[in-house]
């Protein structure tokens, strides 16, 4: 597994040429031109708006931490990172192929997971990996794709806890393998394919199939503790979002726009809310679907859907706090008093956790050729770590963005486009790409 040779990492401290462009990383002025061609940002159109009367509040973040474990998509089960620490002067240390790429008929749905030292992946094709997540050593490799099955059974995604990794499957399967050997410990059947990684908390497995069901598994041997039906949804986009948990209160979303919570022991629903946007456009913009993950932060659930609502719910009472007009399908990153959120419209946007309003905005580039408008750009992110927002997009660029003010900091060129948002773990980042390449930087 050599180290792959094209990447240039701009922005983030590696040294080109000659010359560090740490400079870029840090926003020193004086750095000399970075090669490569960039998109303007200035003719990106302009969508929301920044609310004046905030303009003045200064954003304070908390204090960045090292994580060691990053369990699910999204983090932890409630989908709430903060601001994490990322080394000074990050460098690839090593890339390696997971699998099997994406392509028109399979997608690369599940994020990577970090457990300690050890770096887990799934490709298109639910072949599960585990790496030295430090020099990317291979542990072990387990095929969990049946051989009867044809094509076009991806999705799903994995999570850790409690020394097993849970696995959720496009064809309708769900796995508990042994952390250190990739063992199949316990199998089940869902009712549907899965098309989002599973939430794992407090002895319990939670999935959420295709079809809009919602299913408890005992997470020491598979069985079936309760199930939940949601509303059905004639369309959906491609993918899905793992339900967040915090106490007793499982969240979870729903391709028909519907946002439920659960109780996780007895799987009766305490409350719920539709995020369909009552500004009807055309079939495309007006689907409800809620593939962004939801994210519990203290006593509040932070949503967002497809068609154009963004909402702070009360955790216990299910009252909605606030409403705004955005659609996005990336998940809301949380870091103290605001809201960082990546919009259809490819904007990022720092809103306020108190009331919904809008500090700031940045435009990113929505297309390869902006002048004929070819070539749609789907990002990534965002993340925050060490002041730094990192957004990772379709056509193999990251960009990094001040979370003060959205000032665009620097560029990261990949070798390919990026197929979920990175990954920090202990000062590392981690970006895995539609070609299924993981690339380690540290």
């Known amino acids: 597994m050599g180290m792959r040779k094209g990447l240039l990492i701009l922005g983030l401290g590696f040294v080109l040429s000659g010359c560090s462009l740490a400079d870029e990383w840090w926003g020193d002025d004086e750095a000399p031109p970075l090669p490569g061609a960039r998109i303007s940002i200035q003719s990106v159109d302009k969508g929301l708006q920044a609310d004046p009367s905030i303009s003045d509040q200064r954003i304070v973040l908390p204090q960045p931490f090292k994580n060691t474990y990053w369990t699910h998509n999204g983090g932890n089960p409630a989908h709430a990172m903060f601001h994490l620490s990322l080394g000074d002067i990050p460098r690839e240390s090593w890339s390696d192929d997971i699998g099997e790429e994406s392509d028109g008929d399979e997608l690369i749905l599940a994020q ?44 799903g995604g994995i999570a850790y806890a409690d020394g097993r990794i849970f696995v959720s499957t496009g064809f309708a399967r769900v796995f508990a393998l042994d952390v250190r050997s990739g063992d199949v410990i316990w199998s089940q059947n869902a009712p549907a394919p899965i098309r989002a990684a599973p939430t794992v908390n407090g002895g319990r497995v939670f999935i959420v199939t295709l079809d809009n069901q919602t299913l408890a598994l005992a997470a020491d041997d598979g069985r079936r503790l309760w199930s939940h039906i949601g509303l059905q949804s004639e369309t959906s986009l491609l993918g899905g979002a793992s339900p967040a948990v915090a106490g007793r209160k499982l969240i979870v979303p729903y391709s028909s726009g519907e946002i439920v919570a659960i109780d996780v022991i007895e ?75 990546l919009t259809n419209d490819s904007q990022i946007a720092a809103i306020r956790r108190q009331d919904g309003r809008i500090r700031w905005i940045q435009s990113l580039p929505r297309f390869m050729d902006q002048e004929d408008r070819k070539g749609l750009i789907a990002w990534q992110g965002p993340v925050l770590a060490s002041d730094r927002l990192i957004i990772a997009g379709s056509h193999g660029e990251a960009i990094s963005l001040s979370p003060y003010t959205g000032d665009i900091l620097g560029y990261l060129e990949l070798p390919d486009g990026a197929a979920m948002p990175p990954v920090v773990v202990g000062n590392s980042l981690y970006f895995l790409t539609a070609e299924a390449e993981i690339i380690a930087m540290q």
């Open 267 to 341: 799987g009766e629903e305490d409350w719920n809310m539709n995020l369909s946007s009552v500004k009807k456009t055309d079939p495309l913009t007006d689907l409800a679907h809620i593939k962004a993950m939801p994210v519990i932060d203290r006593d509040r659930v932070i949503a967002i859907s497809h068609s154009g609502r963004m909402v702070a719910i009360d955790l216990k009472e299910g009252v909605r706090l606030w409403d705004t007009d955005i659609g996005g399908v990336q998940m809301p990153w949380v870091a103290g008093e605001f809201i960082y959120v």
């Open 112 to 155: 990577p997971i970090v457990v300690e030292s050890v770096l887990f992946t799934m490709d298109s094709r639910s072949t599960v990996k585990a790496y030295d997540r430090l020099t990317g050593r291979v542990y072990w490799e387990k095929d969990l794709d049946p051989n009867d099955e044809d094509d076009g059974f991806f999705g």
